[in-house]
């Protein structure tokens, strides 16, 4: 069974600072999806990320996939209250038929 | 934009009813997914479906059974609701089992 571990699983900082979230595995993946839920709405595809040690931005976020395709980050610049959500990264193994494999997510507030 | 509809946003139902949970999406994708949603528990793969009238079990298809009639209609069925079963439902659609998928709002499900 694939596992993804994302850390830190609640993380609450001010308007202004950065941050950084974590998604690891000891497998490895195709590739990578982060999405964003807010509260009462379904998770919402931010990125997806296929080749090792690939770098997209979204505006102020930075998500990486680790050389090996083990592992992600995403690291938001200068937070804003609208970031504000849960975080979950999903993993694409490449094979079988049975979808995604889905972090438990990182639950992130901005205090104004 | 790829539209995935639940058809209820809010449902309280007692124990021991037979639930239909219901989702259409308008994209036409091949791939269609239930989820239910805990807090501590992230999300969890209850049934799939690949294709109409095919299904394949999740990883808590306990309690649950699913119907795919249509490409567009995937429907979850708590045969005998339980308490245990009290929960946010997700239903999502993708072009193909490792693409980005496409969540609806989810139902917030409660068993009383």
């Known amino acids: 069974t694939q596992l993804l571990e994302q850390s830190p699983q609640f993380l609450s900082i001010q308007e202004g600072e950065n941050l950084t979230v974590y998604c690891n595995s000891s497998?490895?993946?195709?590739?990578l999806q982060w999405y964003r839920q807010e509260p009462g709405e379904g998770p919402v595809l931010l990125v997806t990320?296929?080749?090792?040690?690939e770098v997209k931005k979204l505006k102020r976020l930075t998500f990486q996939f680790g050389d090996a395709r083990k592992d992600s980050s995403l690291h938001i610049t200068a937070a804003q209250p609208g970031d504000t959500g849960l975080y979950l990264c999903?993993?694409?193994?490449?094979?079988?038929?049975?979808?995604?494999?889905f972090g438990k997510g990182t639950h992130l507030i901005i205090q104004p | 934009d790829v539209k995935v509809t639940q058809s209820s946003r809010y449902l309280v139902k007692r124990t021991g009813e037979k639930v239909f949970l219901e989702c259409v999406q308008d994209?036409?994708?091949?791939?269609m997914f239930w989820y239910r949603q805990d807090p501590g528990l992230g999300l969890r793969l209850i049934y799939f479906?690949?294709?109409?009238?095919?299904?394949e079990k999740g990883d808590i298809p306990e309690g649950y059974s699913v119907s795919r009639e249509k490409k567009e209609r995937f429907s979850l069925i708590l045969e005998s609701a339980s308490t245990n079963q009290t929960s946010m439902y997700l239903c999502?659609?993708?072009?193909?089992?490792?693409?980005?998928?496409?969540f609806g709002d989810g139902t917030r499900l409660s068993i009383l």
């Open positions: 994209m036409d994708h091949e791939n």
């Open positions: 479906s690949y294709d109409v009238k095919m299904k």
């Open positions: 999502a659609s993708s072009l193909g089992p490792h693409q980005p998928q496409h």
């Open positions: 990320v296929v080749t090792g040690g």
């Open positions: 999903a993993g694409a193994s490449g094979g079988g038929a049975d979808g995604l494999t």
């Open positions: 497998s490895v993946f195709s590739s």
